[in-house]
Every structure is written in C-alpha cells, then in structure tokens.
C-alpha cells in the first residue's frame, strides 16, 4: 500500500522539478539569455507560478540567474576571470584581467589622513592623503566599486583625469618613479547596500566579492591602501597551486 505525499513533499518536489529545468537552460544557453515569463514557465511545467518564483529567486540568489525590474530574468552575464600565479618566493603574480577595464571617478579628494588610515599607511595623522572612489567598468558593465588611499607626498599634482585613464600603478612608476613591490590582500563576502547597489546596477543584497590590499613599493614603503567590492555575479578569482609533502 503506497502512502500520498504530503503537500509540502509535493511542493518541494515541484519546486526540484523547476530548478533542474532552469538549471539544464543555464548549462545549455549563453550568458546573459533571456528566460520565458515566469507564467510560460509555469504552463509548460504544469506548476503554480510561485513554484516558478520561489526556484528563479533561489537561483538569482546564488547568482546563476539575474532579475533585471521591467526586463525580465537572464542568465547570468559572463564572468571576468583574474588568474593568481604562485612564484619562487611563494608569493601570487597578478597578470592583467580579461577584458577593456574603464574607470569612471566618483569623488576625489585630498583630506588629513586621521589616526586610523595614518597607521595604515605609515603616515603621521596630520599628513595628507588623496582619497579616490572609482567606478570601474569591464567592456562598459559595471564591475567593481574601488576606494584608495595614497600618501598625497608621493603623487604631487594627480588629479581625477589621472585615475580614469591607463593603468594606475603605471603612472605611479612612469610618472612619479614609485615601482610597486608587492601586497597583502585579503578577500572575503559580502552583500551590496543600497548606495553599492546603485552604481553596480544589481540588487540590494546581491552576493559581492570584497577585496581589501595595502601595497609596498620597492623601498618597503607602503604607497596604497585599496578597499574594492565586485560583483559576484560577472567576477571571479583563480589560483594555481602548488603541493609538497607537508600540504594538507
């Protein structure tokens, strides 16, 4: 004698049904592809339209979907990849990202540096730091939001045109002769707030990377403290690693 599921069995089992279909159009579509209205979704599967929703939200949360207001639901957009490369003193080479990364400026200015970013930089609290917060696109899509801070002694005369044009640590060495050296970085998870949100076109609470790197120039002098978020939806951190004996 078989027993009747119970209905949130059978809920849960539909819901499963409508992700493995959603996730079958994901694997075989390119990115950013447009999926059928949720109501077609919902006739072609034969389940309630907030079946349908509970599994594209569910997706859109662990950023395989994207829900643009008034467009409808994508696929998620190709992610750009930054490839870490292990060297002989144990430290990562950073290689350029893939593809035509653009910055835009959204404040710039040259303020005390105070007792908090003076001991990040090794500065005296009443000496002088350039503060930037940029936009930064990657083939004109909003990627990343990053914040800098740099002794304002070591960059006399930079201004905003400069941050938004070339490579920076570039004109640190072509212009002012500073040869980055090396940095720490950390990375770790968040979500975006609203002002985040904002300027990287994607939802509040939408999963983001934040990157957080204080750089050294060849005289050991700290020349940099960057606090970046990207978005996790279109970017992606890999590192090639290396085993010994005592690795676990």
Sequence with gaps: MTTAKKPAARSAAKR???????LDIIERSGPGTGLAAERDLAAELGVSRPTVRAAVEDLARSGLLVRRHGQGTFTAPHKITQEMTGTTTNALAVPPAEGEWTSHVVDFATVAAGPTRAARLA????????RVTRLRHVDGAPVSIERLEI???AVPGLGPADMEAGNFYHLLRDRYGIQVMDAVQTLEPTVANPDQADLLDCPVFAPLLQVTRTTR????RTVE??????????????SKLRFDADSG
């Design 16 to 22: 499963d049904r409508v992700r493995a279909h959603l």
């Design 123 to 130: 500065l005296a609290p009443d000496q002088e730091i350039v």
């Design 151 to 153: 002794p304002a002694a």
């Design 217 to 220: 120039d060849t005289t050991g």
């Design 225 to 238: 403290f960057a606090h970046s978020v990207y978005r996790g939806d279109r970017y992606r951190i890999t």
